[in-house]
């Protein structure tokens, strides 16, 4: 789609559940937005990442890893700023 508005609407609706999924663990739900629910239960099988998400640094897709790198420092910024 290229209407912005609809594009923020279905983002951040879709993260909502997200967050709601992963029972409020931001770093599982910002992975799984980026790399797939599926994914992200893959790599907690197999003891990849852990459960809580306290150890994003293991995720091996150079992609998904820098995204959630990326927005986890800019979230910490916009908090500090606000």
């Known amino acids: 789609m290229n209407d912005p ?3 923020i609407m279905l983002g951040t609706k879709y993260f909502t559940k ?5 029972d409020g663990n931001y770093n599982l739900a910002i992975t799984a937005y980026n790399a797939g629910i599926g994914t992200v239960a893959r790599w907690i ?6 459960d809580d998400g ?3 640094e293991n995720i091996p897709y150079k992609e998904t890893n820098n995204y959630v ?5 800019n979230y ?3 908090k500090d700023l606000y």
């Open 5 to 7: 508005e609809t594009n």
């Open 18 to 22: 997200l967050v709601a999924y992963y």
């Open 45 to 50: 099988d197999e003891g990849i990442i852990k």
């Open 54 to 56: 306290s150890d994003i």
């Open 69 to 73: 790198r990326k927005i986890i420092k």
């Open 76 to 78: 910490k910024v916009y």
